[in-house]
Nanobody, 120 residues
């Protein structure tokens, strides 16, 4: 299983970006997917999470600005980021619990990050 995060880039404050996390390989089911970010010199922090039942939760710093969603048919989870601020700058990583068969346990995977830079 591989996770590919994409959609990052350079955006001005107040702008928007949509990140995608695409899972590929042998996939039976996907449970919880999370987006984390890591700013320079800081610890990685949870940004948003969505369960298989579509329950979501967000870091306080992004509530009302970010929205996480999933398309199970495409094995893809999105992070819509609006009203971006300089403090949203960092490398964004997706993290997912994946099961490759009905008999296997969920295994946690990390994708390579995608850089988001918010600057004028």
């Amino acid at each position: 299983v591989q996770l590919q995060a994409c959609g990052g880039g350079l955006v001005q404050p107040g702008g928007s970006l949509r990140l995608s996390c695409v899972a590929s390989g042998t996939i039976f089911s996907i449970n919880t997917t999370s987006w984390y970010r890591q700013a320079p010199g800081k610890q990685r922090e949870l940004v948003a999470r969505i369960t298989s039942g579509l329950n979501t939760n967000y870091a306080d710093s992004v509530k009302g600005r970010f929205a996480i969603s999933r398309d199970n048919a495409k094995n893809t989870v999105y992070l819509q980021m609006n009203s971006l601020k300089a403090e949203d700058t960092g490398v964004y990583y997706c993290n997912q619990d994946v099961r490759i068969s009905s008999l296997s346990p969920y295994v946690n995977y990390w994708g390579k990050g995608t850089q988001v830079t918010v600057s004028s």
